[in-house]
Structure formats: structure tokens, C-alpha cells
């Protein structure tokens, strides 16, 4: 589930406590996008100055375990430069052998950095580094470094549901400690350690909190990396196999029930995540954008799709060789008939294709059968998609990615926005109470893949609570203040006690528009493949 309103209140927590953080130090915002600093004083220059000879003579101190590295735990993400220093670069993206560092200033996840002699120990929860570093940096009168502990899941903002992740210790030890875990088994690529746990089997937070970040956070390995799973669920990797086939040419370890020591020469703990559903190429190596996670989708389903269109083919033809033994016509009649059944199907086949993304529960459509109807007349072809829990990701995806014209009402299901071609049409149904989840969550996020987005905020009269509440009640009439009172409510009234009935007059309007600009697309890209 997706806690709307806390996780708003978090975001402008954020921005406002970094905004009070670069004025503590020095740094009030510019007219032209860019922090820059008050006039110094003495005290401020010596700091200043201690600073950048730290920058020139040891950057691997910027780690969490640094006390120089808490200077800039108030660094922030504009599109500017902070007092010199490149933003959008990845406070762990380079260190030397041997170090950890932890990035901690995201309030959406932790990730840290291991590079050296990596050995995990899962009896202890544990991952080791081994190093020969200078003794006089040990930890008081232990044989440690540096220690961190890390939940590598991408909802830190929540405590509810990060009390439910095991936790991981990383330990920095002396090189002469490893004698105590001797190798099982030696990598020669990295690891990245991650969590399938929390509101893993909503396919929102599967995309949003798992596969997406995990994309962001290994793709530059290309291929070349080691998953190791917290929280290890066998019916997810089979779900997701196609796509982390794409993204690792090793079988992913279960770290819990793995008592077997495995060897790395580096390992990222945890995973970045950026946005709702998207990226930021800027953060990402390679400026890879959503388009690119898109295109591998693409790739990863594109060869079982190959093999349920084989097999769909077969099954019509063995369906029509009865009918024509039955028909008995002469040869030429026979051939008559095939050419113009060909000719038909040629011709619905040219019309724009529009699926409807079928709920079950609450926020189903109650008049989906006039909406059928409706979108027939104008001239779609249309397909009714019933995902379930069991439903083969790659049949979803087919049949979103052949797709002109994708309509659903809000909620989970609408994730499935991530099959459709660039420039197809997205039409979301919001229910009252949702405008601003829907947007946040799917409408922003389609824009940003490059679908062309239609939100359809229904009215009081197109909503089935229309008949259990007084006209003039809050929950009609101002659902914001019905939020206010909390999630609970929200989630209650909203999500799980509502249903649409469209207007279909009102609702016609979007079809059409919809229609159109599916029909000028696809004449501009069959002028495009002529030329």
C-alpha cells in the first residue's frame, strides 16, 4: 500500500531541513538555481581551507565513518553545483581498496560501498571486509575499523515496514581476522545485497522498490554482478527471472538459508531509488533513462511473446480447418471466403487496439460492459486484461506493449503503464480521494516514459459512495480534509470501499481524443517506415 500523505509530509520534511542545513553552513540559495555562499569570516575560511587540503590528500575519507564525511551529509541533489562540488555525483562512487562508505543523506534508502576482500557470514548477518589498513585506525580495543548496520530496502522513510527487514552488520576488520572465514565459494564479480521483503507481492512496490532500483543500482555491471536476496522468495525470481536475466549472468544467492562463505572483490549494500516509478539519468551511469528500463523490458519478454504469438497462430489454424471441411465449398468459393476473411481481419487488426486494465475488487468500473461497447463504436479494438496474482508477466506485457491505448482506475495495476510503447495513451481513472496519489504515483511517471497522459478525475455522481453519503458530506465534497484525518481514513473510504460507475457521455470525450491521436500516430509512423 502506498502512504500518500506521510510519505508527502516527509518529502517537504526533507527539503526543508536541507534548506535549514546549507544555511548552518554558510549557503543561502541564488536567483540562479545555485547555493552560494554568505560573505566568510575568518573561522569559516580556516574551515574552508582544512577542507580542501582533506579533498586533495585523502578523498576516501568522505565515508560514513568519517568525521569529515558528517560535513557534507547536508549536500542535496539541484541541478547546480554546492560550494564547488558536483551534486549529482554518488557520495560512495570511487574509493580506494580496501574502504567502506555508507551514503546515508537519502531519505528513501541506504547504500554502502565495499571494496577489497568482501566474505559474507550469514549465520551472523554479517558481511566482512578484510583489510590492511593501518592498526592505529582500529576501533578502541577491538580488531574492527569501521562497523555500519544497514537494512537494504528502499522505504527508510517508514518505520513500519523497515522493522519487518533483517538488518546486515559490515564490518572493516584486520587482514590477519580473515583466517576466521576461510572462502567456500570465490567471485570473481561484485555483489549487490538487497532485500525482497516488506510490501514485496504488490506489483507496485515490486517495480517501484525492487526492480527498478535494482536496475539503477547494477546495470553499469553489465551483467557482471552477483544478486545476494534478504528475505529470498523463490516465487519472485521465478516471476522476475526474464528480467534479472538481463541484469546478472549469475544465479542469485539466498543469503539467509547460503551458509556457504562467498567471496567478492566488491559489494553494494542496498539499492538507489530516485523517483516514483522513474529515474533521473543524471544519477545514473550512462544517463540511462526509464526509456532504457523500458527497452530492457522489452528484451527480457520479448522471446516468450515470440512463443505465445507461435503458439496462438497454431491454435487458430487448427480452429478453422473443421469450419472449412464443414462448409464443403468448391475450391474457388473456399478461396473466396478465406481472401475475404483475410481482408477483414487485416482491417480490425489496422484499428487502434485499447485495453482495459479489469479490477475485481473495489475501484472496479460497475458499467464496463457499456464502456465495451462504447470505445467498439468509435472504433477500437478492444481487449479486456483481468491481471491476477498468478497472471504470466510476459502476457501482461504483451498485451499492453501492442497496445495504442491503455484505461484503468487507480491503483497498483496501473504500474503495468510501464509496458506500453513510448507515445502511446494512458487514461487514468481517479477516484475521489486519489488525485493527488494518481498523479504522483502513475501520471508523472508516464509522462516521463512518454506516454501521452489522461487523467480522468471522476465526479461525486460517477462514484458508488454518491449513494451512502449526504450529498453535502466532506467525503463528497472535500476528500482533502477527509486525508487529513489520516491514512486509515483514506484507505478505508477511498480505496477499499469504492467502486465507478462512468458517465459515458463525459467520459466519451477522452475516448474520442484518445482515438484520434492514436490514428495520428500511427499514420506518422506508417509515413516514417515508407520513407
Known amino acids: 500500500m502506498v502512504h500518500y500523505h506521510r510519505y508527502n509530509l516527509l518529502k517537504k520534511g526533507e527539503y526543508h531541513a536541507q534548506e535549514e542545513d546549507m544555511e548552518a553552513f554558510g549557503l543561502v540559495w541564488a536567483s540562479s538555481g545555485y547555493y552560494k555562499r554568505k560573505r566568510p569570516k575568518l573561522v569559516s575560511l580556516l574551515i574552508l581551507s582544512l577542507l580542501c587540503c582533506c579533498l586533495i590528500l585523502a578523498p576516501h575519507l568522505f565515508c560514513s565513518s568519517s568525521p569529515i564525511s558528517l560535513l557534507y551529509s547536508f549536500v542535496v541533489e539541484s541541478d547546480g553545483v554546492v560550494a564547488g562540488f558536483d551534486v549529482n555525483a554518488s557520495l560512495c562512487s570511487s574509493i580506494s581498496n580496501g574502504t567502506m562508505c555508507c551514503d546515508r543523506r537519502s531519505i528513501r534508502s541506504d547504500v554502502c560501498v565495499m571494496k577489497g576482500d568482501v566474505r559474507t557470514h550469514s549465520v551472523s548477518s554479517s558481511v566482512f571486509l578484510y583489510t590492511s589498513r593501518n592498526i592505529s585506525t582500529l576501533i578502541g580495543d577491538s580488531d574492527e575499523f569501521q562497523h555500519e548496520k544497514i537494512k537494504p530496502y528502499t522505504r527508510k522513510w517508514e518505520k513500519s515496514v523497515m522493522d519487518t527487514i533483517d538488518q546486515l552488520d559490515l564490518v572493516s576488520k584486520q587482514e590477519k581476522s580473515a583466517i576466521d572465514h576461510r572462502c567456500d565459494v570465490k567471485h570473481e564479480v561484485p555483489a549487490v545485497f538487497f532485500s525482497t521483503g516488506g510490501y514485496t507481492g504488490n506489483v507496485y512496490h515490486e517495480f517501484n522498490d525492487g526492480i527498478l ?64 516509478l522513474a529515474m533521473d539519468p543524471s544519477l545514473v551511469s550512462g544517463n540511462k533513462s526509464i526509456v532504457d528500463f523500458h527497452n530492457l523490458l522489452d528484451k527480457a519478454y520479448r522471446p516468450r511473446i515470440k512463443s505465445l504469438i507461435r503458439a496462438e497462430t497454431e491454435r487458430e489454424v487448427a480452429q478453422k480447418k473443421p469450419k472449412q471441411k464443414v462448409l464443403a465449398l468448391p475450391p474457388s468459393s473456399e478461396t473466396l471466403l478465406e481472401f475475404k476473411e483475410d481482408v477483414q481481419e487485416l482491417k480490425l487488426k489496422r484499428r487502434p487496439k485499447l485495453v482495459i486494465v479489469s479490477r475485481n475488487a473495489s475501484r472496479a468500473i460497475t458499467n464496463e460492459d457499456l464502456l465495451v461497447k462504447m470505445a467498439e463504436k468509435i472504433g477500437f479494438r478492444v481487449e479486456v486484461l483481468k491481471p491476477g496474482p ?32 513510448p507515445g502511446s495513451v494512458f487514461i487514468q481513472v481517479i477516484p475521489l480521494g486519489t488525485e493527488w496519489a494518481a498523479d504522483a504515483y502513475y501520471g508523472e511517471p508516464a509522462r516521463k516514459l512518454g506516454l501521452k497522459y489522461i487523467g480522468y478525475q471522476i465526479a461525486p455522481t460517477e462514484s458508488s459512495l454518491y449513494d451512502k453519503y449526504d450529498r453535502n458530506d466532506p467525503v463528497l465534497q472535500d476528500p482533502p480534509s477527509i486525508a487529513n484525518k489520516g491514512w486509515e481514513y483514506t484507505k478505508t473510504i477511498y480505496l477499499d470501499s469504492q467502486n465507478v460507475i462512468l458517465n459515458l457521455g463525459r467520459f466519451q470525450k477522452r475516448l474520442v481524443r484518445a482515438y484520434r491521436y492514436s490514428i495520428r500516430n500511427t499514420n506518422d509512423s506508417f509515413r516514417l517506415r515508407s520513407h
Open 213 to 276: 532500483p535494482l536496475y539503477i543500482t547494477s546495470q553499469h555491471f553489465k551483467k557482471k554482478v552477483v544478486f545476494v536476496i534478504l528475505e529470498y522468495h523463490t516465487w519472485w525470481i521465478m516471476k522476475y527471472g526474464d528480467i534479472l536475466s538481463h541484469l546478472s549472468d549469475y544465479p542469485a544467492i539466498d543469503f539467509s538459508t547460503d551458509k556457504r562463505i562467498h567471496c567478492f572483490p566488491e559489494a553494494i549494500v542496498g539499492l538507489r531509488i530516485h523517483d516514483e
Open 390 to 421: 498468478t497472471t504470466e508477466l510476459a502476457r501482461i506485457y504483451w498485451a499492453l506493449n501492442s497496445s495504442d491505448v491503455m484505461i484503468g482506475v487507480h491503483g497498483a495495476a496501473m504500474t503495468h503503464f510501464l509496458f506500453m510503447k
